[in-house]
C-alpha cells in the first residue's frame, strides 16, 4: 500500500488537480458494496421481469400496460420494499376488484395492440357486443389479471 500511494504521488507530481480528480479520489470507495441503481429501481425492474414471465400476454400490450403501472407505483412498491410481490398483489387485486380501473387498463391495453399491430383497435364497450378480433375484452383481461394475482399468490406461499 506504501509504494501503491508513493507510485501514485509521482505520478500527479506537478499535475494541476481537477475537480473530477478530487471527486474519483474521494469517491472510491463510495459505492463500495453498493449497487449504483436505485433500491427502487431494483424493486420495479424485479416486478417487471415477475410479469414478463408470470403474465400470459402472447401480443404484450397488457404486458407493456401493467408494466407501465408498476413504474408509476413508486409509492406502493416503496412500502413493500421487503416483499415487492406484495405490492404487485396489491396493483393486481385492486384492478380486478375495481370496474374503472379495469376498464382503463383495457381500454390502455387495445390502444397499445393497435400501436403495436398498426391497425384500429377494437374497444370493448360496454352495453356492446365484444368484437371478435379483439384480444383485450374486460373478460379476458380480468382472467389475465385472475390468473396472474394466483401466480403471485402462489410464489408468496
Known amino acids: 500500500p506504501d509504494r501503491d500511494r508513493e507510485l ?10 481537477t475537480m473530477a480528480d478530487v471527486i474519483g479520489q474521494c469517491g472510491g470507495d463510495f459505492l463500495k458494496g453498493e449497487s449504483p ?9 424485479e ?10 400476454d402472447s401480443d404484450g400490450a397488457l404486458l407493456w400496460v401493467l408494466q407501465n403501472q408498476v413504474d408509476d407505483a413508486d409509492d406502493l412498491v416503496s412500502q413493500f420494499a421487503d416483499r415487492p410481490l406484495l405490492a404487485l398483489q396489491g396493483l393486481v387485486a385492486t ?7 379495469l376498464t382503463e387498463t383495457v381500454r390502455q391495453a ?11 383497435p377494437h374497444f370493448d364497450l360496454p352495453g356492446r357486443p365484444t368484437h371478435p378480433d379483439d384480444p383485450y375484452t374486460h373478460a379476458s383481461v380480468r382472467q389475465q389479471l385472475t390468473t396472474l394475482l394466483g ?3 402462489r410464489r408468496l406461499g
Open 47 to 56: 416486478l417487471k421481469l415477475f410479469l414478463n414471465q408470470a403474465l400470459p
Open 95 to 101: 384492478l380486478i376488484d375495481n370496474p374503472g380501473l
Open 37 to 45: 441503481v436505485p433500491k427502487l429501481v431494483q424493486l420495479k425492474i
Open 151 to 153: 401466480e403471485i399468490e
Open 110 to 120: 387495445d390502444f397499445r395492440w393497435g400501436q403495436i399491430y398498426d391497425e384500429r
Open 8 to 17: 501514485f504521488l509521482e505520478a500527479i507530481a506537478g499535475r494541476k488537480m
